[in-house]
């Protein structure tokens, strides 16, 4: 439950910190005289809400510390009170705009005040409700899905032993993390990993970039290197990407697992390294040997622990926690205003199937995060097609919409086409009524003005009739 914790921060007179008192009575309050105080309490505890009294001394301040506290703290929810002509300001307008869920104008009206922290109340407890990442060693391995629960055990088992590890994970699925975790849990987690990808490296410098060369050994080389497997030495090695190495280079990989010593290029002596081995590999590798591109021993003797790491598709439940974990992550990323997602956009982020798994989920976050236009995000601003309702229900939106249209057509008929009349027979405000006539298209009545010159007669006032 989230606690009802309220920071008032004074933009100019300290004195206004007293103001709202009617206003948060039974909430927990904590003030602040200055910014830096602000950021103080902050950085020590969370609040749910944030309320900025600010006086018109404060119009003309620099607003760059402000806006970069608002920013910092973004899961608080601010509301603004300020005076009038404070908000005429495009700096200030801007700044509202940006950070906060609300403002209301001098003199504060404590009633409704209130009625406005309450709601966003609600809202914080709302965000406050969604799960929060799994507080693991490795934060790619949060979830509760019974698979990555499944994962974490292993990796535990995993890790104890000293033998080689083989992982499979389609790309982008965190075969890397899942490496890091076996690493730290593992005796080894006080000495080096070093991950290698072996699809990235060209194939005339492997040899020399694993195993490392002697002076002289290769062009412009004054002194000799250390490889990557030698600085190893003492915790783990990951190959990623296993089944990209060629297959000259899996007899030299093949020699060093089996006898724990390296050559380096251009040398004649062995150099014994005390290296763990962690392979992945995004390809089946029982099906790599049958087509004869992988080394059938070296494959016996790298499957020795293997671990398959589950593809966003099995770990659905996962989903939003992950996506709002990213959020979290890259929070100063995003767009000054927004604040979160969508329920359009969690429905979305579920019913995708994510075939880059992680890595795209992380991509289509981060980009949303900065395309965003309104405060959430949208299925639209993550790349997403909007969740479709069932037949059914867009059966029953449209006879929905075609018996709303088809009440304004009447009673517009009825009134004569007159604004006023229509919108009290139809129960609604004149504003309502011409948004409605927006929604569906449906042109406006032109409207009746009233003229102060007599007509041609020299009668009464008569009237024109203008366009909307």
């Given at each position: ?301 790298l499957n020795v622990l293997a671990l398959d790491v589950p593809s966003l598709r099995e770990r ?153």
């Amino acid at each position: 439950m989230t606690t009802k914790t309220i920071l008032c921060v004074a933009i100019g007179d300290r004195i206004l910190l007293e103001a709202p008192n009617a206003a948060v009575d039974g909430w927990e309050v904590c003030r602040a005289a200055t910014l830096a105080e602000a950021s103080r309490q902050l950085r020590a505890r969370s609040f749910a809400l944030g309320l900025l009294m600010v006086d018109e001394a404060a119009a003309g301040e620099p607003l760059e510390a402000l806006d970069h506290l608002l920013h910092d703290h973004w899961q608080t929810h601010w509301i603004a009170v300020l005076p009038a002509p404070v908000l005429e300001q495009p700096l200030w307008r801007q700044l509202v705009l940006d950070h906060c869920g609300d403002f209301h104008t001098w003199p504060i009206d404590a009633a409704r005040l209130r009625y406005a922290l309450g709601h966003a109340f609600g809202l914080a407890t709302l965000r406050a409700a969604v799960p929060a990442p799994h507080a693991g060693d490795e934060p790619s391995l949060t979830g509760q899905s019974s698979a990555i629960v499944r994962l974490r055990r292993q990796i535990v088992k995993v890790a104890a032993a000293s033998a080689p590890v083989l992982i499979w994970g389609e790309s982008g699925s965190g075969k890397e993390l899942a490496a890091q975790a076996v690493h730290a849990h593992s005796a080894r987690r006080k000495g080096p990993f070093v991950p290698i990808n072996c699809g990235a490296i060209p194939a005339a410098l492997i040899q020399s970039e694993l195993f490392g060369y002697e002076r002289g050994a290769v062009t412009r080389a004054p002194h000799a290197k250390r490889g990557l497997i030698e600085s190893a030495q003492g915790g783990s090695i990951f190959l990623d990407e296993i089944g990209d190495l060629p297959m000259e280079l899996q007899a030299n990989l093949l020699r060093f697992l089996q006898e724990k010593t390296i050559y380096r290029l251009g040398s004649t002596h062995s150099i014994a390294v005390d290296v763990r081995v962690i392979a992945a590999s995004h390809v089946d590798l029982a099906q790599a040997v049958r087509r004869g591109v992988f080394r059938e021993d070296l494959y016996y003797r790298l499957n020795v622990l293997a671990l398959d790491v589950p593809s966003l598709r099995e770990r659905k439940e996962d989903l939003l926690p992950l996506a709002e974990h990213f959020f979290r992550t890259f929070s100063s990323e995003r767009a000054r205003r927004v604040k979160g997602f969508s329920g359009r956009a969690a429905q979305a982020i579920r019913d995708y199937d994510w075939p880059g798994n992680v890595r795209e989920l992380i991509n289509r976050v981060r980009r949303a995060m900065v395309m965003a236009e309104g405060r959430l995000i949208v299925p639209q601003d993550l790349g997403l097609s909007p969740v479709r309702a069932p037949d059914g229900a867009a059966q029953l939106d449209d006879a929905r919409i075609r018996a709303e249209r088809d009440a304004i057509d009447a009673s517009l008929l009825r009134a004569g086409r007159n604004i006023t009349l229509a919108a009290r027979d139809l129960g609604v405000s004149r504003m309502t009524l011409y948004r409605l006539l927006a929604k569906h298209g449906i042109p406006a009545p032109s409207r009746v003005c009233y003229t102060s010159a007599p007509n041609e007669k020299g009668g009464a006032p008569g009237r024109s009739v203008t366009g909307k």
